[in-house]
């Protein structure tokens, strides 16, 4: 037989390919044909070997008679010669591969099922060896004895619990059987783990592994997104939590998105570094609509506390049941999804910046003020999840009090406090006369009275989110 180059193939790498070839088992002489998988051949270390002597097979079995897990012998050696020859001749041919079923330690094994034996009598002598358990998870897996693999890289956890290749064939096994909390939890523990710096047998069998999770991850069911953001205060602040919300909250090309993630994950950060505050401020500055201008308390505070801008919003504190709770409406408690920082504001007059004079078609929603009128109007739909869409008249008397005094006293309870602090928020971000500032706040106001038709209506609202929708 010609020489064949001698490559290595680990067991787990074994492709799944059916074919039939009579075998002679050398443990009690008995020839039987047997389900082999894959044939490999490989080049014989003595030139005299007969031919059949250095092949293996990918599919588990054992002899028919007396249970031997091998050696074997091919009983039918013309045939096996002719699948040589076609596999040979036919490019891409996987029944027979060219290459030596190697373990990890470079024992050459002739079938799983004896390479299971081997791994055996290597944790016999060391019960304590997490990686000799992953290693006979993967050689079952590989020959689909699923149930079997899964409790050996049970044990492997046991023994080790941040075995990341063992936890990361249970999670892929979690997601193939749509067990979304034992997936959740796998995929929580195996980005901590990988963010600690834990890592596989191989380098590019980790980054490979990397960027598996983050792939799965990122096409993870609407529910199973929603179990990392269900979670406790105290969970959300874990490093595993934000780097998968943060994941899971990207937006832009796949490809980069999931490249760069697993690159995060690899260097052990949670959180994508966020760009400078100008880098982001241009960005904005390009799209149409008021650009970004900071008040220099508020930038200071964004830089200090590395908030993101374009996700910056109010938070609605939580009051009596279905009610918003604001003490204080000087104090406005910003989030960006991520992060959050309280922030003090005296008043909305100190926020009027310059004396430009608005246009004067403002009885409608003009384009260069698109991000003023969303940033209020974005207020107005995070109160209404929380205490029910509001009437439109009672939206209309709270507009026009912060048209005509701003500053004046509340007489419209934790709504009207709340509005107050995203209108604050919005002349914070945008260079706004007070002109400006009455002409926006304005129109909002004619924009709800034309929605109220009846003495008590949501139109307005219903309409709103119809808009954010779409």
Known sequence: MTSLPRRGLTADQLPLVSQTLRLVCKACGKSHPYDVGAIYVWMPEVEADPPGSCCGFSEYFRCRDCDSAGPWEVADALKLLGLTLRSKLKRGDEHVVFATPEMFDGTIVQSPAMGEEHLLRLIEQEPGNAFLCTRLGNLLRSCRRRSQAAA?????????????????????????????????????????????????????????????????????????????????????????????????????????????????????????????????????????????????????????????????????????????????????????GTRAAIWEVRSLRELFRGDRTPPPDMDRYLPEYDRCFFSIEKHVLTACDVEGDRTDQELEAIFSALRRRPDGKNHFGPLHDFLWQGTALTLAMHRLSQSEFESIVGQLERSVRKWGLRPVSRNYVRDLRERSAS
């Not at 941040?162 to 749509?178: G, K």
């Not at 939590?241 to 690899?266: C, H, K, P, Q, S």
């Open 152 to 336: 050996w890289y049970g044990k492997a956890l046991v023994l080790d619990a941040a075995d990341i290749e063992a936890r990361y064939h249970l999670f892929c096994f979690a997601v193939d059987d749509n067990d979304q909390s034992t997936a959740t939890e796998h995929a929580r523990l195996l980005v901590r783990h990988l963010l600690e710096g834990h890592k596989t047998s191989s380098d590019e069998l980790t980054r490979g592994l990397a960027v598996s999770v983050v792939d799965i991850l990122r096409r993870s069911p609407r529910e199973v997104c929603d179990a990392f953001v269900r979670v406790s205060r105290a969970a959300a602040a874990a490093p595993e939590v934000t780097f998968i919300r943060t994941l899971l909250e990207a937006e832009g090309e796949e490809d980069v998105i999931v490249n760069d993630a697993a690159e995060r994950l690899l260097r052990g950060e949670a959180e994508a570094a966020s760009p400078p505050l100008s880098a982001v401020i241009a960005t904005l500055d390009d799209d149409d609509g008021a650009s970004i201008d900071l008040i220099p308390a508020l930038r200071e505070l964004v830089e200090r506390e590395q908030l993101d801008v374009r996700k910056l919003t109010v938070a609605a504190a939580p009051g009596e049941p279905g009610r918003i709770g604001v003490k204080n409406r000087h104090s406005l408690f910003l989030i960006d």
